[in-house]
């Protein structure tokens, strides 16, 4: 695969980041602004995908569709990689490279929820973005809206557009908050196919079944309030 900018697939909309919608193109336009700098743009649209998608892992996962970025804008919260997606879509909209990445990562501060509903404080396929700035590629990880944040005592996370922003090892007390454990890969669109398959065989392939069926029976709503949710170690 290649490393640099050139390769047009990261400036190209794809079936799942459509970068080319009308929708996407209108946001990234409001976001923008007067706005043409792409460090500043690449700013601008962090931010906004950070705070204005709310976090929520308990959103469908298993499509597609699921991931389009004109799905997750309408949405307006989704977890780590439709997040990804909505980002990476908006920087192709400014004309900035961009694609989007996936590691594992424990999370020390999750909800009693959340651990119990997953099983283990492993989130597999976290999704993360890469923009192509000032000739090198830059991460970027929108996930945690900044409310979010507030309430597990993390500083909300920045980025610069010149320096890798990844999850904070600590929370603002100094206890670990998240642990990168494997990066799985760089992609050019969602892998959705990947991800299913990691989380079926991290988790059981009997309780993502579960996940899958509840959504089915019950539609696209979120299978629990995450914000609402116990804070360990409070």
Known sequence: MK????????????????????????YAQRVAGL?????ELAVKIYL??????????????????????????????SFCVPKASLLCALGRACGIPSRVGLATVRNHLATKQLLDFLGTDLFISHGFVEFYL???????TPAFNRELCQRH???????????????QPYN?????????????????????????????KAYGEDRVNGWIKKFEDGGEHSLSEFENEDILNE
């Open 3 to 26: 490393t640099d900018s050139a390769d047009p697939r990261y400036l190209n909309p794809t079936n799942i980041i459509d970068s080319d919608h009308r929708n996407v193109r209108d």
């Open 35 to 39: 706005t043409t700098d792409p460090v």
């Open 48 to 77: 906004t995908v950070r705070d204005e998608i709310r976090y929520d892992p308990y959103s469908p996962f298993y499509l597609p569709e699921h991931y389009r970025a004109s799905f997750v804008l309408k949405r307006g919260r």
């Open 153 to 167: 005592r993390v500083s909300p996370l920045e980025f610069n557009g010149r320096e890798d922003s990844l999850f």
């Open 172 to 200: 603002l007390e100094n206890k670990k908050f998240m642990e990168y454990v494997e990066f799985e890969g760089i992609f050019a669109d969602i892998p959705v196919e990947h991800i299913v398959a990691g989380w079926k």
């Open 134 to 140: 000032g000739g090198r590629w830059i991460k970027a």
